[in-house]
């Protein structure tokens, strides 16, 4: 089927298909997991095989940080290389999968907190297509990102997620893609290659996530101020934080929480990652 034809099959409204797709959160990490065939992307990989086939992927990517809130709505996002240092394999990469302007339409029209922009501009950033293109490596579902507010404090962002749970109801995959400790100035790049490495904050944090997680106990996610200064080393910034609060938002009553890629990375990251639904 060409490229075309695929958009062509989802240009029509998204119809209800009577069960809920799972949502993910998926800590993406290095740019570099989008060319390597790793323990990390060969989960994704596992993972979209794991899951009923979407309809269209909606990504909230730690890497779409804006001023207000957008959503991607051209026919054809285009692949964006936003990073540097990296070798010239990962910016040859493209990943064509079309997008969707009626979804992104009628996404505009679920959310009700805020005005929703449609974006013609940006596309499918790092955040997005590292992990998408393991999961769905012929590029035929439609791909969107919701961009992330910085004027906005947590709860809006978690509130504002929970608009989006009719989506899960007509067959679309919403993934948030960062990480939950991301500490880029603590990175000990001599233990990048060293298994499962991390200091002892990071492992503590993460650990405290995936309790509350379990605990079904969203609160104190939201409020992560109040994790004091081990919070303050897990999350310095919230771009990498924040869509962890858009995918628990989605989650209702009857959906269990499970974990993978549970590690973490050059001490001062990790990659866990969670299902729910």
């Given at each position: 089927?060409?490229?075309?034809?695929?958009?062509?099959?989802?240009?029509?409204?998204?119809?209800?298909?009577?069960?809920?797709?799972?949502?993910?959160?998926i800590g993406h990490g290095s740019p570099?997991?989008?060319?390597?065939?790793?323990?990390?992307?060969?989960?994704?990989?596992?993972?979209?095989?794991?899951?009923?086939?979407?309809?269209?992927?909606?990504?909230?990517?730690?890497?779409?940080?804006?001023?207000?809130?957008?959503?991607?709505?051209?026919?054809?996002?285009?692949?964006?290389?936003?990073?540097?240092?990296?070798?010239?394999?990962?910016?040859?990469?493209?990943?064509?999968?079309?997008?969707?302007?009626?979804?992104?339409?009628?996404?505009?029209?679920?959310?009700?907190?805020?005005?929703?922009?449609?974006?013609?501009?940006?596309?499918?950033?790092?955040?997005?297509?590292?992990?998408?293109?393991?999961?769905?490596?012929?590029?035929?579902?439609?791909?969107?990102?919701?961009?992330?507010?910085y004027t906005k404090d947590p709860q809006?962002?978690?509130?504002?997620?929970?608009?989006?749970?009719?989506?899960?109801?007509?067959?679309?995959?919403?993934i948030g893609s960062g990480n939950m400790?991301?500490?880029?100035?603590?990175?000990?790049?001599?233990?990048?290659?060293?298994?499962?490495?991390?200091?002892?904050?990071?492992?503590?944090?993460?650990?405290?996530?995936?309790?509350?997680?379990?605990?079904?106990?969203?609160?104190?996610?939201?409020?992560?101020?109040?994790?004091?200064?081990?919070?303050?080393?897990?999350?310095?910034?919230?771009?990498?934080?924040?869509?962890?609060?858009?995918?628990?938002?989605?989650?209702?009553?009857?959906?269990?929480?499970?974990?993978?890629?549970?590690?973490?990375?050059?001490?001062?990251?990790?990659?866990?990652?969670?299902?729910?639904?």
């Amino acid at each position: 089927m060409t490229s075309l034809a695929v958009f062509n099959s989802f240009t029509n409204s998204l119809e209800k298909n009577g069960t809920l797709m799972p949502v993910l959160f998926i800590g993406h990490g290095s740019p570099m997991n989008g060319i390597e065939d790793n323990e990390f992307s060969n989960r994704w990989k596992k993972m979209a095989e794991d899951i009923p086939v979407p309809k269209a992927v909606l990504v909230v990517s730690a890497h779409w940080f804006t001023k207000g809130t957008k959503i991607t709505a051209m026919d054809f996002p285009q692949t964006i290389h936003d990073f540097g240092g990296f070798p010239q394999a990962l910016f040859d990469v493209q990943y064509p999968a079309p997008g969707n302007p009626q979804m992104a339409k009628e996404t505009i029209q679920l959310i009700k907190t805020t005005r929703v922009e449609a974006n013609h501009d940006w596309g499918l950033d790092h955040g997005a297509w590292t992990v998408v293109r393991h999961m769905y490596p012929l590029a035929n579902i439609p791909v969107l990102q919701l961009s992330i507010d910085y004027t906005k404090d947590p709860q809006y962002h978690y509130n504002l997620g929970k608009e989006l749970f009719e989506l899960r109801k007509k067959g679309v995959l919403i993934i948030g893609s960062g990480n939950m400790v991301h500490n880029l100035r603590m990175v000990a790049w001599d233990k990048m290659n060293t298994d499962n490495y991390g200091f002892d904050w990071a492992f503590q944090m993460n650990d405290t996530f995936k309790t509350l997680i379990n605990d079904g106990n969203h609160e104190p996610l939201i409020k992560y101020e109040g994790f004091g200064i081990v919070g303050k080393l897990a999350i310095p910034t919230p771009e990498h934080y924040l869509p962890l609060l858009y995918a628990l938002s989605l989650q209702n009553k009857n959906d269990k929480a499970s974990f993978f890629n549970d590690k973490a990375v050059a001490g001062s990251l990790t990659m866990t990652s969670v299902k729910i639904g």
